[in-house]
């Protein structure tokens, strides 16, 4: 697993009469896009604060863009310029024999090494895959076999000990963490097994919430369009308690939709889920894959699942033993 992101959140959102919002907890999922950068705070946070006893600071974290997950990189890695500036412009690097019409994520000899009492540790050994745009990818395998080693390579949380992964034009390990958080912002969503919803947040603010930490106007049509789309127009105004956990993961969905992702990255979307529930979160994210053309990779041991996508790899000790295939 790459490793996780701490987040310190120490006086957000402070008490005040009228009630309490609750922040991420300090330590998250490694596949969560880490709260990042300072920007104006989101409006409907700030009520949460007192203006005479705990005045609303000026800046707060801003979703996936400065502080990443913490790597202990492997020495393999080429390191980084740190000569460049904060958030320097992101070029399209050189492709690896394919153009960038023609994939939108690919890797090429992947392998993740990490030391351990015995000796290196052989978690992923030179696996390549390469994605076009709009194409499903299932990855399944038993525990421990490196899947979601696999999925946070692909979505830029971790860098690999050798090979390379483009994303949506860009070489990851050619990049500092600052950029490979600017990729994530822009072109990944990610869908997770715990839903990841902010219970002091109703539904319409935990998919306004990414969209406000970008500053973006549109904020609240949007979410309210999205969830709208996912069945929950009448379910805004209710908190994550409040819900079903079919009905928290379709909030989950429509606020990993709400920046028009490229890739979709969902880590066993209907672990938690009953199956007939499972089946309809798996119906809707494959109709928003059709709807949005949005490359969609996921994790999971449900083989029905699975073999509802384009291509299917099965992994067995870090190991490609079933290669991608219709």
Avoid at 101 to 108: D, F, G, M, Y
Avoid at 222 to 233: D, I, P, Q, S, T
């Amino acid at each position: 697993m790459p490793p996780s992101s701490r987040i310190t959140s120490s006086g957000l959102c402070s008490a005040s009469s009228a009630g309490r919002r609750a922040w991420p907890p300090a330590l998250v999922s490694p596949l969560i896009d880490a709260l990042t950068t300072l920007s104006s705070y989101p409006s409907f946070l700030s009520r949460c604060s007192s203006r005479l006893t705990h005045p609303t600071r000026v800046s707060r974290p801003k979703a996936a863009l400065i502080l990443s997950p913490t790597i202990n990189n492997v020495p393999a890695i080429a390191p980084c310029d740190n000569n460049s500036n904060p958030r320097p412009a992101l070029k399209n690097h050189a492709r690896i024999g394919f153009s960038m019409s023609e994939s939108i994520l690919s890797a090429q000899s992947l392998s993740k090494v990490v030391p351990s009492t015995e000796g290196d540790l052989t978690i992923l050994h030179e696996l390549s895959l390469e994605l076009n745009k709009g194409d499903t990818l299932a990855i399944v395998g038993a525990s421990g076999s490196g899947k979601s080693t696999l999925l946070g390579l692909l979505a830029g949380l971790d860098l690999p000990s050798a090979g390379s992964v483009i994303l949506s034009g860009r070489n990851l390990s050619e990049l500092d963490e600052d950029q490979r958080a600017r990729v994530r912002a822009e072109h990944v969503g990610f869908v997770f097994q715990s839903f990841q919803l902010l219970d002091s947040l109703n539904a319409l603010e935990n998919v306004m919430l990414p969209m406000e930490l970008e500053g973006r106007k549109d904020a609240r049509e949007k979410a309210r369009h999205l969830l709208e789309r996912v069945g929950l127009g009448q379910r805004l105004t209710h908190t994550p308690r409040q819900l079903s956990g079919g009905e928290q993961q379709r909030v989950a969905i429509a606020r990993a939709f709400a920046a028009n992702p490229d890739v979709l990255f969902a880590d066993e979307p209907t672990g938690n889920l009953d199956s007939h529930t499972g089946e309809r979160i798996s119906d809707l994210l494959f109709e928003l894959n059709k709807e949005r053309n949005t490359t969609l990779v996921l994790v999971t041991h449900d083989e029905r699942l699975a073999h509802r996508c384009h291509r299917l790899i099965r992994l067995e000790g870090g190991r490609m033993v079933a290669p991608l295939e219709p």
